[in-house]
C-alpha cells in the first residue's frame, strides 16, 4: 500500500511540473468575429468576418447562420502567415428578427475550433410583409390630409373675407337689405 502511495505522489508531482511544458507546446488557436453593419434590415448585406490566429492553417472556414453553414473566403489569398489573425468572410442577407451566427475553423489537423455565439437583429422597415396595412395607409390617410389641406384653405378663405375694409358681418348684410326674399311660409290646407 506504501509503494501505491508514494507512486501516486511520484506521478501528481511529475504531473505537476510537466504541465506547463506539455501547455507551451501546444499551439494557441482562437477564432472570433464580427458582423457588420450591426443593425439594418432585410434589404441590406451584411459581412460577416472570422479572424482565426493558429499556428497550423485552416482548411475550413465556416460561419454558421441559424443553424446553416456557409463558408467563408479568405480577405487576403497571399497571406499565409495565420500566427498574426488571418481574417475569412462571407456576405449575405440576412432574414426579419434575431439572426443567431458563430464561427468554426477546422485546421489541417482536422481540429475544429469554435467561437462564441452571437446575434444580430434585423427589422423589416422597408418590405411590407402585410400589403393590406399599406392600403389601408393609402386608402384612409391620404385623403384625411387633402381634407384636412381643404379646411384649413377654406377657413384662411373666410378670414381673407373678413379682414376686407367695409365688410359686413351676415346680420349687418340682413338689416341693409330688407327686401332680400324670405322663404315663403308654409300654408296650412284644411281637409
Not at 109 to 137: E, G, K, P, Q, R
Not at 144 to 155: D, E, F, K
Request: charge should be negative; glycine fraction near 6%.
Amino acid at each position: 500500500m506504501k509503494s501505491y502511495v508514494c507512486f501516486l505522489a511520484v506521478f501528481a508531482f511529475a504531473a505537476v511540473l510537466l504541465a506547463p511544458i506539455a501547455r507551451s507546446a501546444a499551439p494557441v488557436t482562437t477564432v472570433s468575429g464580427y458582423v457588420t453593419p450591426t443593425t439594418g434590415d432585410v434589404n441590406d448585406q451584411y459581412v460577416f468576418v472570422m479572424k482565426y490566429t493558429g499556428a497550423v492553417p485552416i482548411s475550413a472556414a465556416t460561419v454558421h447562420i441559424n443553424g446553416e453553414a456557409h463558408p467563408m473566403t479568405e480577405v487576403d489569398p497571399d497571406d499565409h502567415n495565420a500566427t498574426n489573425g488571418k481574417d475569412y468572410e462571407y456576405k449575405t442577407s440576412l432574414a426579419q428578427g434575431a439572426n443567431v451566427y458563430f464561427f468554426e475553423a477546422v485546421d489541417a489537423n482536422s481540429n475544429s475550433t469554435i467561437s462564441s455565439t452571437y446575434a444580430i437583429s434585423v427589422d423589416n422597415w422597408f418590405n411590407f410583409a402585410h400589403t393590406d396595412i399599406v392600403v389601408l395607409l393609402i386608402v384612409l390617410v391620404i385623403p384625411l390630409l387633402y381634407a384636412v389641406y381643404l379646411l384649413r384653405r377654406t377657413a384662411k378663405a373666410i378670414e381673407r373675407l373678413g379682414d376686407q375694409p367695409g365688410a359686413k358681418s351676415g346680420a349687418e348684410r340682413k338689416a341693409a337689405n330688407p327686401e332680400e326674399p324670405k322663404a315663403a311660409p308654409e300654408e296650412k290646407k284644411d281637409g
